[in-house]
């Protein structure tokens, strides 16, 4: 016979086996940081984005083309790693493992 364990959000006792609490809807699985997805990171990543590329025009304009095509390349691969974003999320979440969380 399985014990009962207690939700660590709201203290209610539920079932050891449970998934969801039925008193705040906590969730025990799999969640991701909410840091990591939250729109001021990604607000912060397309500002860089997009410093980036203004530098690289400026300074393409102005025929230093070495520096622009430089950065350009850079410009190509963080846009490149901002595309794998989601995957690096879900190996981080599988990473650390289940554990107990709620939406926000």
């Given at each position: 016979?399985?014990?009962?364990?207690?939700?660590?959000?709201?203290r209610?006792?539920?079932?050891a086996?449970?998934?969801?609490?039925?008193?705040?809807?906590?969730?025990?699985?799999?969640?991701?940081?909410?840091s990591?997805?939250?729109p001021?990171?990604?607000?912060?990543?397309?500002?860089?984005?997009?410093?980036?590329?203004?530098?690289?025009?400026?300074?393409?304009?102005?025929?230093?083309?070495?520096?622009?095509?430089?950065?350009?390349?850079?410009?190509?691969?963080?846009?490149?790693?901002?595309?794998?974003?989601?995957?690096?999320?879900?190996?981080?979440?599988?990473?650390?493992?289940?554990?107990?969380?709620?939406?926000?």
């Amino acid at each position: 016979m399985a014990t009962n364990t207690e939700c660590p959000f709201c203290r209610n006792a539920i079932a050891a086996q449970a998934t969801v609490c039925g008193n705040c809807n906590a969730f025990y699985g799999y969640s991701t940081d909410e840091s990591m997805t939250e729109p001021r990171t990604l607000l912060r990543t397309v500002a860089i984005l997009w410093g980036i590329t203004a530098v690289s025009l400026v300074l393409y304009s102005t025929n230093r083309s070495n520096v622009a095509i430089t950065l350009f390349g850079l410009l190509g691969l963080l846009t490149g790693l901002m595309g794998f974003r989601p995957f690096f999320i879900a190996a981080i979440a599988l990473m650390r493992g289940k554990k107990w969380w709620r939406r926000h």
